[in-house]
Each structure stands twice: as C-alpha cells, then as structure tokens.
C-alpha cells in the first residue's frame, strides 16, 4: 500500500486509504529483556531523567501532516498534528515529552527501519510493511500494557480487524499494534445505469455470482443511451493490484492453504484446491465484463461523473467521490453511485490497515504506550477524518459526515476481516501467485484457452518447492 499523505490521498482522493485516551499520568519505567518484548532487549538510549521526574517518547511517522495547512478544495483550514497534540494531550501528561517527526512516505520504510534498530525513536506510524519489522524483532509486545491498563478498550476498534490483522498480532495471539489507520475497498455501482438496463440494483452483500449476473447484462449497447456500456471494472495495477482477487478468494473459502506467513518452512497448501479452482474460473468470467484498456489499468476513468460507462467498480472507494460533493456542494453523484459490501460470506474482502507500533528498544514502555495509545484512539482518528479524509480504524466512530455513505462500509467489511495465505504480506504471493492471476486474466480477455486444473497443480508444486527452501 503505498500512501503518502497519500494514505491520505488513497482515502482523500477517496478520500481514501488509514482509544481510549489517556487520562493518567504513568511514570516510566525501565524494562528488562523479556517475553514482552519480541527479540530485541531493550538496549535504546534511557530518555528519562531521574532529576527532573520527566520523561521524553520520540515518534516518528509516516507521511503526518505536522503543520497546520489550508483545504485544497474547501479553503478551510486544517489543523497539523503538533497542534492537535498539544491541545489534546501535552495538558494532560505534563511529564511526558513527546517529539513528533515525520518522514514522506518514499523514503518512509528504509528510515523506520534504520530508526528501529538504533533504538532511537520509540513509537512510529508505519505502513502494512510493519508486519517485516516484526518478524525482525523489531517490535515490543503491548499485550502487558493492554492487560494494565483499565482506561483501555480493545472493542474500540473493529474485532475482525484487531484479532487478525498480520500488521497487528502474531500468529499465537499477540498483539505488537494498534489500528491507525483503514483502507476502504468495497463494491460501488452506478443505479442510473442498471436502472436504464431493468436490472435490480446490487443487495447489500452482494454474491459474487449476483455481480457476474449484473455485471454480463449490463455489458453492451445501453438501451437507453445507445452507448456502450461494460459490466465491471476493477484497479490492477502493474501487474495486478491483487486485491479484488484476494476479495473473492473469501467468497470461495480459496485460502491458500493452512499456515502463518511468518512461518513459511510449515505451511500446507492447498493452491489446487475445489476452492481454487472455483475461484479462477469465476474470476475468468469477471475480467470478460471490462472494459478496453482493462490489462493496463485504464478504462475506469469515468466511473463517478456524469457520463460513467460502467456498472460496478470492485475493491475501491468513493473518494473522488466525495471530494466532488466537498467541492461543489452537488450530492447527485454521491445519491447515483451507491456501496455495497465486499463478496466474503460476511460481506469481507482483503483489508488494509496501518498500525501504531512500539520499539523494542523503548526504555520507557509505560510512557511510550499513553503515546501510542493516543495516536491510536478516538481523538486523533477523529482529527485525521475531519481535517484530512483519512479512514478511521473504530468500530464506532460518531464523527462521520452526515453525507459519507462509503466509510460505514469500510468499517463493517474491518469487521469481518480475517488473514489468510492469499495476502500481499505472503511473498510467495506476491512473487509467483500474482504473475499467474495476471497471465491469467491476459490470457482469458485475449481468447487464450486455460487449463485451470494445471495451472493449479503446476503451482502447488512451486509452493511446496518454495516452502522447502525456507
């Protein structure tokens, strides 16, 4: 997910897209190396200051907007981080010192990485590459600090999300992040057009075998406008953006097989599976229903104004969407392109999410969690909605735009989130199943004849191959 305040813009040019505040003073401590922290002891530099009584917990993070600013497309101003925090927290720890510094989203993973090692930075935003600094030991355990702590919620935060996300928890349940940040991905169609083909509009969990109906029907010469129109569109990418494939993959039960990411060497697959094979096949059928420019990631650009040409867009958002209502004032696109649900039996699909994470090397853990549990929690997820558009990571945010029909979605879909193999944190994945599903797809528009069945086999092979070599 690359994001810059552009996790901002895939939510603001969405608008994408991504507590229980503290209220106590906690004096800090210095921990020790063990089970609480997950490989590194704790060996950064000692912050705190036994003359003073006071103690300092440098943040680092990615892509924040620090300084106050101007709305682009409203003129309204917009408040920076550093001032949301000394309004909303510095008053309320004055022994805390907190340094925020933020690090553009290009150079953000390569920096974090470095910042981790030397311990010199105790809390940090990161992306969903997160997940590799914790397989490096890089990240402490909260699961303590959760546990002490009975100003602290974990039902604020969506459960599906927070029990399972591979940016959060490992794989015996514990936990080394906070939600921060969502991405939205779900189903938008345009009811002007299947109102002009007679075709009902999508239910709110729509099947997949429901959008493949919709999506074949609707793609021709509208009768109506006497232009053409096509069933579906969706982002690949280059070479894939992967994600509505990974959505549908819930839909089939497709997981890839039994096993952790982290722990590749014990993985079963299953990639010839009934469900696999299931999966393809449909997915066949859904890349028929696009549009010319499809394998090269274009033809959606009309999706969302006036003279769409397209029925139903899957695993996007409604950004631009809203931006145009935040313009203009004019909701007649917002009342014309309305959400459904992912395709997953729950209405789930792939989720992304960015987390809160503490150093290993932190010497103030107590300290560093109000911070991390601040930048997490109901106040600054509010702040970063309202004044830049990114997606809340709660279970119940009551802030939302009375006109953000898209965001309650989102929210929802997190709710069911689930992890599986078929994930872009699985290198084997990313490597070798992506380039198959995008062949596929070229081969498929191209009137190329697959074998599925072997495609399938060929690439259980590669897996267990893969897997021998962890």
């Not at 190396?33 to 490989?39: E, F, L, Q, T, Y």
């Not at 938008?188 to 709110?204: A, N, Y």
């Not at 495609?455 to 893969?466: H, S, T, Y």
Request: with cysteine.
């Amino acid at each position: 997910m690359k994001k810059t305040l552009i996790i901002l813009t895939t939510i603001l040019a969405l608008a994408l897209f991504l507590t229980a505040c503290a209220n106590e003073d906690t004096p800090a401590t210095t921990p020790t190396p063990d089970s609480n922290v997950n490989g590194a002891p704790a060996t950064g530099t000692d912050n705190g200051s036994e003359a003073t009584g006071r103690t300092t917990v440098r943040v680092l993070l990615a892509g924040f907007p620090l300084d106050d600013s101007v709305d682009p497309i409203t003129g309204a101003e917009m408040e920076g981080l550093q001032s949301f925090w000394d309004r909303t927290f510095t008053p309320y720890f004055p022994d805390i010192d907190v340094e925020l510094v933020t690090v553009p989203w290009d150079v953000a993973q390569q920096t974090q990485q470095v910042e981790l090692e030397t311990g010199d930075f105790d809390v940090m935003y990161v992306g969903g590459y997160g997940f590799q600094f914790y397989l490096q030991g890089l990240l402490r355990y909260i699961d303590d600090l959760m546990d002490n702590d009975p100003n602290f919620d974990p039902n604020l935060f969506p459960q599906g999300l927070f029990n399972s996300a591979i940016t959060l928890i490992s794989p015996e349940g514990r936990h080394f992040g906070l939600p921060a940040v969502l991405g939205q991905r779900f189903t938008i169609f345009d009811t002007q057009i299947f109102d002009e083909w007679g075709v009902p509009h999508l239910s709110r969990n729509p099947s997949v075998q429901e959008i493949l109906a919709a999506a074949e029907m609707m793609t021709g010469i509208n009768p109506v406008t006497g232009e053409q129109n096509y069933g579906v569109w969706f982002d690949i990418g280059f070479p894939m953006a992967r994600f509505t494939f990974d959505a549908w993959a819930y839909a089939f039960n497709a997981t890839g097989g039994v096993g952790y990411i982290g722990q590749p060497a014990d993985i079963q697959w299953a990639l010839n599976s009934p469900e696999m094979f299931n999966l393809f096949e449909a997915y066949g059928q859904l890349v028929q229903f696009t549009p010319p420019g499809f394998l090269t990631a274009t033809g959606g650009e009309r999706f969302g104004s006036p003279d769409n040409n397209i029925a139903i867009v899957l695993d996007t958002n409604g950004g631009a969407i809203i931006n145009e209502y935040r313009a203009s004032g004019d909701d007649s696109m917002i009342q014309r392109f309305r959400p459904a649900l992912n395709v997953g039996p729950s209405g789930e699909g792939w989720v992304a999410m960015d987390p809160i994470v503490m150093s290993a090397r932190t010497q103030n853990p107590e300290a560093a969690w109000e911070v991390m549990k601040h930048l997490a929690g109901y106040q600054r997820q509010e702040w970063f909605y309202l004044n830049f558009g990114a997606t809340p990571a709660l279970a119940n945010p009551g802030f939302l735009a009375a006109y953000d029909i898209y965001t309650p979605y989102a929210i929802e879909i997190a709710q069911h989130a689930q992890t599986t193999l078929i994930d872009s944190a699985n290198p084997f994945y990313v490597a070798e199943i992506v380039p198959v599903v995008s062949q596929f797809q070229s081969d498929i528009i191209s009137g190329v004849s697959v074998d599925i069945a072997a495609l399938l086999e060929a690439l259980q092979a590669r897996a267990i191959e893969w897997s021998a070599t962890q």
